[in-house]
């Protein structure tokens, strides 16, 4: 099943038109529609498309990860090339070689290889980080390049727009409201099941065992929800969450 039709039909059982779903994301109907055909060249770029899909997937209860690998399979990687000027640029200014001037060029080389290094630094960093799902930032090389990728999931996050990830270390009951009380989700998430949802304003939820979920609010994680066995009510603003 193509990416467009799983989100068309996980919004139909949701009993979701267009229309609402677009308030829910505030994603306008014609990049919706276009989603749902498969046509991502509504969203104006490849960037675009993958947030839009990741904020329509979260707010219908879906994984949002295994639509987005195959948006980049079908797609291919973007990440920017390093420039071959700068390459080029480099390999005539070696240690050793000279300016019209006749004097050294080693202070040149030296900030033609920092530029580089900036270059590749930059190329990274749009790439994401590869701190694998689950591995913290204290078990990885890459920790600074994940707190990077989480601050620009933030960034990514519309005025206004409350996104809840719920990570499920052993299974747990939980509710799942927005800020009108419509139900997003009731039901038990299965141990490893990772959900996101979306909501205008304000989320609120309820865990029937704190100590088997961890949350992440607009890209910041807030670690276990609770003790274990305590049933935790929390409700989240595009600011500080609540106290429990």
């Known amino acids: 099943?193509?990416?467009?039709?799983?989100?068309?039909e996980a919004r139909q059982n949701a009993g979701l038109t267009v229309s609402q779903l677009s308030d829910r994301t505030h994603i306008r109907e014609a990049i919706i529609q276009g989603?749902?055909?498969?046509?991502f060249t509504v969203c104006g770029g490849d960037f675009y498309a993958r947030g839009h899909i990741r904020a329509i997937a979260g707010s219908l209860g879906l994984e949002p990860d295994?639509?987005?690998?195959?948006?980049n399979e079908a797609h291919g990687d973007r990440r920017p090339p390093a420039r071959a000027s700068a390459m080029f640029l480099a390999n005539n200014l070696l240690p050793g070689r000279r300016n019209g001037r006749g004097l050294p060029n080693w202070t040149m080389a030296?900030?033609?290889?920092?530029?580089?290094?900036?270059?590749f630094a930059i190329v990274r960093f749009l790439g994401g980080s590869d701190v694998k799902p689950g591995q913290s930032a204290a078990e990885s090389p890459a920790s600074a390049q994940q707190a990077k990728a989480q601050a620009k999931e933030k960034a990514r996050v519309p005025s206004g727009v409350v996104v809840l990830k719920v990570f499920a270390t052993k299974p747990a009951w939980i509710n799942v409201r927005d800020a009108k009380g419509h139900r997003l989700f009731q039901g038990t998430l299965q141990q490893g099941?990772?959900?996101t949802w979306t909501a205008?304003?304000?989320v609120r939820v309820v865990i029937g065992d704190g100590g088997?979920?961890?949350l992440e609010v607009n890209g910041k994680d807030l670690g276990p929800a609770g003790k274990d066995g305590q049933t935790v009510r929390r409700s989240f603003g595009q600011g500080i969450p609540s106290a429990r």
Do not use: Q, Y
């Open 200 to 202: 205008k304003d304000r």
């Open 1 to 8: 099943m193509s990416i467009g039709a799983a989100l068309s």
């Open 110 to 119: 030296a900030a033609v290889a920092l530029a580089i290094v900036v270059i």
């Open 66 to 71: 295994e639509l987005l690998r195959e948006f």
């Open 212 to 214: 088997a979920v961890r």
């Open 193 to 195: 099941k990772t959900v």
């Open 35 to 39: 989603i749902e055909r498969d046509d």
